[in-house]
């Protein structure tokens, strides 16, 4: 189960907002081979004096339009994993709702199985309390 976290500056329709998480629980589903109905997703919209990013990083020019994705995931994947992951997330969002690629900023929280509760107080993963 991913958490997702999408952080952006306040203006957006509800269309964009939705586009953005539509296309990112997307590239969990193809890449990660996360469940269709396994969707988590919190979006924050920050004002401007509160959405503070380097206009420059890396060799990356992003605008004002830059999207912080934050992944809260459990830690078996691969790297040829996590990397598909990432460009099905810019491929996707670059389709719709028509970010810049350079404007997707993805950070993956790994954990382990032990770290999820799906609710009733029960780690959800653990098939015995000795593990």
Not at 20 to 25: A, E, L, R, S, V
Not at 31 to 39: G, K, L, S, W, Y
């Amino acid at each position: 189960m991913p958490l997702v976290r999408v952080s952006l500056a306040k203006g957006k329709s509800t269309s964009h907002l939705r586009a953005i998480c539509d296309g990112i629980h997307q590239g969990l589903v193809d890449t990660f081979e996360v469940p269709p109905d396994d969707r988590f997703q919190v979006v924050h919209q920050h004002e401007a004096d509160e959405f503070i990013t380097s206009p420059d990083f890396l060799g990356v020019h992003h605008t004002g339009d830059v999207v912080l994705i934050n992944i809260t995931v459990s830690d078996w994947r691969t790297t040829a994993q996590k990397q598909a992951l990432y460009r099905a997330i810019a491929d996707n969002l670059v389709h719709s709702p028509g970010l810049r690629a350079e404007d997707v900023l993805i950070v993956l929280s790994p954990n382990g199985r032990d770290d999820w509760s799906f609710g009733n107080g029960v780690a959800s993963y653990v098939k015995d309390a000795t593990t």
